[in-house]
């Protein structure tokens, strides 16, 4: 049998070291730290709602869903009436006026933003639909 | 114990068996279990919105031109659609504006021509063509006809190619080479406005139909600009076009213009 050497053992060792800490570097520095989840604040109109268009897990979760739906829906079939599963009807519209998602949630920066913010996600909606005026 | 060829078949033939056959069992279990459980409702056309199979619009060119109504058009059009104002001649956006004869009807323009034509404005617009050169140009689809004749655009599909304005034979088209926020003087907060890159134009006031109202430039004209369905031989189009000639833009072209002006 060969006798197995391993050749320059310490510095083969030392970059190892140093490649592991390197990697798991956001891992063992952001320990602990983690932001808490953000807590949306519904507006007084929202509260007094107490539904939304559709049940409020699926609406955290799947807004984005229900938005292409609607979208599709209004601007390319021209159906802008929604009736929900439990039976009520909307105007499908994300930003004009009272009639739409912002009529009830009338705060930007409280609502969408919150969750938004801390999934680091950037949704162009608001490049071309008008935000709510801040109620401050 | 050594493999052979054969019983490593056996055995691999037989694992796909049963891998297969776990995947049909799952597809088979979820679609037994029948209720569709998406939580998003109906959609549907409201009732008090405004239906035809073929809309157009009817210029009365004399009476627009007494009324001089037509920068009032143009005015509450751009106002609530948001339609921006370039400082820039080159960079201009817009929906409906006036001309001359001379470049409205090109090709029809000859020197013997009424001295009252050439001096009088005309109001043009997109034609809602019923045969749309820019809808077969769009790549994305942004650029669609819908069943009532309108020409409409989704500025969410938009990607800013500007194959449309090349089709259009009208120069219907404006493309925002700027965002158009900083230029919008009143924001009307019922339209949206558009982002940089995309393109715009007349929408026949699409979101105004649904409401069951009439486009805004002709509630302004004071009659001087009808709207209605061309495919009901009552309505007010129809018959204005039963009794009066009226010429179209650039006919030749097959387009089928819309947009009808007495003469």
């Known amino acids: ?136 | 114990m050594k493999n052979s060829r054969r019983s490593f078949l056996k055995i691999s033939g037989l694992s796909a068996l049963s891998l297969s056959s776990l995947s049909i069992g799952n597809v088979l279990a979820s679609s037994g279990g029948g209720t569709n459980t998406t939580p998003i409702g109906d959609t549907s056309v409201k009732p008090e919105a405004l239906k035809a199979k073929k809309w157009a619009m009817v210029v009365d060119v004399k009476k627009l031109a007494e009324n001089k109504r037509y920068e009032a058009c143009i005015e509450i059009c751009h106002k609530i659609h948001n339609v921006p104002n370039m400082p820039n001649k080159r960079h201009e956006v817009k929906w409906v504006w006036e001309d001359e004869f001379k470049h409205v009807f090109t090709g029809q323009d000859h020197e013997h021509i009424p001295e009252e034509f050439k001096e009088i404005p005309f109001l043009v617009l997109c034609n809602h063509c019923e045969n749309p050169s820019c809808v077969q140009a769009c790549p994305t689809k942004a650029t669609f006809k819908r069943d009532d004749g309108i020409v409409l655009m989704d500025f969410h599909r938009c990607i800013g190619c500007r194959f449309c304005m090349a089709a259009c034979p009208y120069g219907s088209r404006s493309f925002n080479f700027f965002d158009p926020r900083p230029f919008i003087e009143e924001v009307n907060s019922e339209f949206p406005t558009r982002m940089k890159g995309v393109v715009e134009k007349c929408n026949f006031c699409a979101e105004r139909l649904a409401k069951g109202q009439q486009p805004a430039c002709v509630e302004v004209s004071e009659g001087a600009l009808i709207f209605g369905d061309l495919d009901d031989h009552e309505s007010e189009v129809s018959q204005i076009l039963k009794k009066r000639f009226a010429i179209r833009r650039k006919p030749h072209l097959g387009s089928g213009p819309q947009v009808y002006y007495l003469v």
């Open chain 1, 1 to 136: 049998m060969q006798k197995k050497t391993m050749y320059d053992k310490e510095k083969v060792l030392a970059g190892l070291t140093i490649f592991v800490i390197i990697v798991t570097f956001p891992f063992w520095y952001n320990m602990g730290k983690a932001a808490p989840a953000p807590e949306i604040k519904l507006s007084d109109k929202a509260k007094a709602a107490k539904v939304c268009v559709a049940p409020k897990s699926f609406m955290t979760a799947e807004h984005m869903q229900i938005l292409n739906v609607w979208r599709d829906s209004v601007v390319r079939n021209k159906k802008r009436l929604y009736s929900s599963v439990d039976g009520k009807n909307y105007n499908m519209s994300l930003s004009t006026g009272e009639d739409s998602c912002i009529g009830c949630h009338v705060s930007k920066a409280d609502f969408c933003d919150r969750c938004h913010t801390y999934a680091s996600v950037r949704p162009y909606c608001w490049d071309c639909h008008i935000e709510p005026k801040e109620n401050k």
